[in-house]
């Protein structure tokens, strides 16, 4: 009878051996991370002959999220791209309108923006272009104009 549970157990053990494997690498982990990086461009209000340059240096922190993604946050603004094996990064097309005030002015901007993009991330850098479109209200001294809206960021990065 033991020689039976024995040879059981011969049988059984190199399945259980076997389905315990290693648990395999996730490409992103060497994604995470903090990328000092530099965003630079503008945004054009066509219409209104107004540009908004946009230069500044902030880090980028990079998390993995769900099943390939990855969570970008900037300034405490988080969201999420798709990034394939070989660090391509596709920012996916995503609307949302803003609203700025100048309270010594009190001109109001008003923006609805759609924006989209891609990019690419390895171990000791991130580049990202992003494109935006639109259009634009703008509030000043009682007068309102409309404008439509145009502008790319590029956001470059070194792992720090």
Do not use: H
């Not at 002959?49 to 990079?62: E, F, G, R, S």
Request: hydrophobic content about 35%; aromatic content about 8%; overall charge negative.
């Amino acid at each position: 009878m033991k020689s039976k549970q024995f040879l059981c157990l011969l049988a059984i053990v190199p399945f259980i051996f076997f389905s315990c494997g290693k648990e395999e690498s996730d490409y992103r982990d060497g994604y995470e991370g903090t990328y000092a990086t530099n965003v630079t461009g503008s945004i054009n209000l066509i219409d209104a002959n107004v540009l908004l340059p946009v230069d500044v240096d902030a880090n980028i922190v990079v998390e993995k999220s769900g099943s390939g993604q990855l969570k970008l946050t900037l300034e405490g603004e988080s969201r999420f791209v798709a990034v394939d094996k070989d660090g391509n990064i596709t920012i996916p097309t995503e609307s949302d309108s803003q609203t700025q005030e100048n309270p010594e002015t009190g001109a109001r901007v008003t923006m609805n923006l759609t924006s989209s993009g891609f990019g690419s991330i390895t171990s000791k850098t991130l580049y990202i272009k992003e494109t935006f479109w639109g259009d634009a209200t703008l509030e000043i001294n009682g007068e309102v104009e409309y404008s439509n809206v145009s502008g790319s960021i590029v956001y470059n990065g070194k792992k720090k």
